[in-house]
């Protein structure tokens, strides 16, 4: 069984920095996309960055300049290095990735979701 685990969210004053980290796990052939969203209370869930495989990357506009996606295909990880971080930023940080399976079957997978908080 695949799964995504994430870890790195927490509470940071403005200007700060967070590093996310999400490793996937289980059975797994290959992996596609991975990427970032985020869900602020209220609002719909947006995409925060997508890296490919062949580490081409896309950035929201909000967060273009001050967010690094990463990834390590060895580890099946991908990275999120958050800088200069605003109140705005504040939410609750899902990671995805499209995995293809040991059984030739490919789907999305999701984190459990990373809680960050951007207050003085």
């Known amino acids: 069984q695949v799964q995504l685990v994430e870890s790195g969210g927490g509470l940071v004053q403005p200007g700060g920095s967070l590093r996310l980290s999400c490793a996937a796990s289980?059975?797994?052939?290959?992996?596609?996309?991975m990427g970032w969203y985020r869900q602020a209370p209220g609002k719909q869930r947006e995409l925060v960055a997508r890296?490919?495989?062949?580490?081409?990357?896309n950035y929201a506009d909000s967060v273009k300049g001050r967010f690094t996606i990463s990834r390590d295909n060895a580890k099946n990880t991908v990275y999120l290095q958050m800088n200069s971080l605003k109140p705005e930023d504040t939410a609750v940080y899902y990671c995805?990735?499209?995995?293809?399976?040991?059984?030739?079957?490919?789907?999305?997978?999701w984190g459990q979701g990373a809680q960050v908080t951007v207050s003085s």
């Open positions: 289980g059975s797994i052939f290959s992996i596609h996309d």
């Open positions: 995805y990735a499209y995995i293809i399976e040991s059984t030739y079957t490919g789907r999305d997978y």
């Open positions: 890296i490919t495989s062949g580490f081409s990357t």
